[in-house]
């Protein structure tokens, strides 16, 4: 007898969650063949060496499991790196480990760190691996807003930090503080000053930080970025996490890292071993013998704020209103403003619209927060060819 075809159910663990905004809108430009400005991708290659140091390594039969930590040149290539670039020395061995890609970095010290009822704070918007990390780990998201800033006509101008939500929302039961600078969405770029505020605002407390710093080599108009690790307070506290995947235009390779204190770093690796256990061997190689050209990572704002300042200045005289830049290869618009029926859709409505009709994806600013929060911004991604941007540019210019 065949047994019965019955799947037996069972709670979901995420029951809130659906696909990501990222993959969804993804689908939908491929399916009316929009140019996908939507999910945060380069469509040029990356470097042919780099491409060339990986192929060398897969033909010197690198292709077994590499250390659980990652491969000793590559954790030794990020710390100097890191020294270089934010004055902070990691150990390679016991504070830097090789993740596979910055999603896994990020639910990993989430994991390995948030016990069930420990409080979780979250800036949003904010990006939306956060917080089915933090229901997974059985923690409370807290959820502070940025602030948003509007001009006279009450359109979107900025974005700033919320230091009085946040002072109320950190206490003695805030296990963990999320940050991410620069920021996806709004490209806000946290200060030197802003460190500052948030040490004085954790000294007392046993609050660890995630610093989600997977943007940090595209801050733009001649600024710095602003690593935890510049920051001696805050990196004896935080899990510094970045991904090769944005740095180096190869976001399907999933290799990032997480650097942290030896106390921060042990628990993480007890979930990190049973999570992947290792990432990638040949990538791992490629990167090493690839980190030491430091030129690739210093050139990435004069290419990026290139496409960034071609993209806005031909946004410029339409009814999109452009708001700041400072960082990451997003760029939101206030649409509220366009003088056509569709300017009073919701963000989601809009860039469906906008997606299927004008065939240009974008990303609704509200999918990154957790309750329907509506300012009419959406998000386009200028990491594209200059061809790309100019079609998309095109039509978006006729609204
Ligand atoms: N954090 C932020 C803020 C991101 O935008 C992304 C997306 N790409 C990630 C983390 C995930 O990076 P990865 O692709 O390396 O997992
Ligand atoms: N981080 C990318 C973005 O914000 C997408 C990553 C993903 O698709 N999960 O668009």
Request: glycine share 6%; hydrophobic share 40%.
């Amino acid at each position: 007898m065949n047994p019965p075809n019955i799947t037996p159910g069972f709670p979901s663990r995420l029951p809130h969650v659906g696909t990501t905004v990222f993959t969804v809108m993804s689908a939908l430009a491929a399916e009316h063949e929009a140019i996908n400005l939507g999910q945060g991708f380069p469509d040029f290659p990356c470097d042919r060496q780099l491409i060339a140091s990986v192929n060398e390594a897969m033909l010197a039969d690198h292709n077994q499991y590499p250390s659980m930590l990652g491969v000793k040149e590559l954790r030794s290539g990020i710390a100097h790196k890191i020294q270089q670039l934010y004055g902070h020395q990691y150990d390679p061995d016991s504070e830097i480990t090789i993740t596979a890609g910055a999603t896994q970095g990020i639910l990993t010290a989430i994991l390995a760190c948030v016990s069930p009822g420990d409080e979780v704070v979250i800036i949003e918007p904010a990006y939306d691996s956060y917080r089915p990390a933090i229901a997974l780990a059985g923690g409370k998201a807290i959820a502070v807003s940025l602030q948003v800033v509007r001009d006279e006509q009450g359109q979107v101008a900025s974005y700033e930090i919320p230091w009085e939500a946040l002072a109320n929302a950190i206490h003695s039961k805030t296990r963990l503080i999320i940050m991410n600078t620069p920021h996806n969405p709004t490209g806000m770029v946290w200060q030197r000053v802003d460190l500052d505020r948030l040490a004085d605002l954790v000294q007392d407390t046993s609050a660890l930080i995630l610093s989600d710093e997977v943007y940090e080599h595209m801050v733009y108009d001649g600024a710095s970025h602003h690593s935890v690790a510049s920051h001696p307070l805050l990196a004896a506290r935080s899990f510094l996490i970045s991904s090769f995947g944005k740095t180096y235009h190869v976001t399907g390779w999933k290799i990032g890292y997480v650097a942290a204190p030896p106390a921060l770093t042990k628990e993480f690796r007890k979930v990190h071993q049973f999570n992947v256990f290792t990432v990638n061997t040949p990538m791992q190689h490629g990167f090493a013998s690839y980190l030491a050209d430091a030129s690739h990572y210093l050139n990435l704002p004069a290419f990026y704020q290139a496409k960034r300042d071609f993209f806005r200045a031909s946004l410029a005289n339409t009814g999109f209103k452009l708001l700041p830049s400072p960082g990451t290869y997003f760029q939101c618009v206030d649409y509220s403003a366009l003088n056509i029926p569709q300017a009073k859709l919701n963000e989601a409505a809009f860039c469906k619209w906008l997606t299927t009709q004008i065939g240009v994806a974008a990303i609704p600013v509200s999918a990154f927060y957790h309750q329907a929060t509506e300012s009419g911004v959406l998000r386009f991604c200028f990491a594209k060819q200059e061809q790309t941007l100019s079609n998309a540019l095109q039509r978006l210019q006729s609204l």
